[in-house]
Every structure is written in C-alpha cells, then in structure tokens.
C-alpha cells in the first residue's frame, strides 16, 4: 500500500517538464516619464483556453517592477504535466504588462507567447506604452481594466 502511495506521487513529478526563462526590456511612457517607475510586469504561464481555465488557470512563472528607466529583468520558472509519455509538454509563456500610463485605470498589455527558455534570454526591446500594439509590429491584446484581481 505504502509502495502504491509513493509511486502514485513519484510519478507525476517525472512526468512534468520544467522550463525557465530570462527576459529583460523596457517600457516607456512617452508623455510622462514619471510614469517609467514600477510598471508591473509578469511572466505567465497559459495552460489552458476558453472554459477551461477554470479548471486549469495560468500559472504566474515571475514577477517585477521597472526602474525610473523603464528598465526591468525578469525571471521564472513553469512546468506542465506531459500528458503523453515521451512527448514533452513546455510552458508556453507570455509576458503581462500592467502600467498607469495613458490613464488613472491602468491597462493590461498581454505580449504574444515566446519560446526562448534559459539558458538563452528573451529580449522584449522597448514597449511604447501610448502607442498602439506597444510600438510594435505583433498583435498585443490591450485591456482597459486591471481590476480583475490578478
């Protein structure tokens, strides 16, 4: 019995891979610099889509705040469970960027998915936060409220 019960715990552990990453940027707030300082920044994890967060959310890999630069370096670590043995299942990160720039709301940018693990670095650039898609040429999904609790 005893032998079941840690084979039972033993095995899921092996069967989850582990990734972590190195990311580093800037944000910048052209219309007030003040607004460069502790820009929040997170590193997640998406698991799952559509309904299905509920039963599976993402998972918060890292979280920073920018200096007076708009500066920032981050770091974390994910794992999700290989579902199908020999099949490597990586986290599939995603940078979140919550600032106070264009208005007293705050606004979340959710930057596209990467997929450049440690020991590489994944360098963001610089992020124009009054500007469209962050001064970027992706798509970046904008949203106007940072009062979803996460």
Known sequence: ?????LLSFVIPLSLAGKDCVW???RVQCEH???KN???EVRVWDRDSFGPFKLIDPDDLMG??????DGRFQLDGCGDDFDWIPGLNNKPEPYVEIRHYCNSDEGEVI??????VFVPDTYDIGTIIL?????????AVNKTKELKDGR
């Open 37 to 39: 300082l502790n820009v």
């Open 63 to 68: 979280v920073t705040f920018t200096n007076e």
């Open 130 to 138: 009054d500007r469209p898609n962050g001064g970027k040429d992706v």
């Open 23 to 25: 990311i580093l940027g």
């Open 110 to 115: 959710t930057m596209p998915e990467f997929k």
């Open 1 to 5: 019995m005893i032998s079941f019960l």
């Open 32 to 34: 007030d610099p003040t």
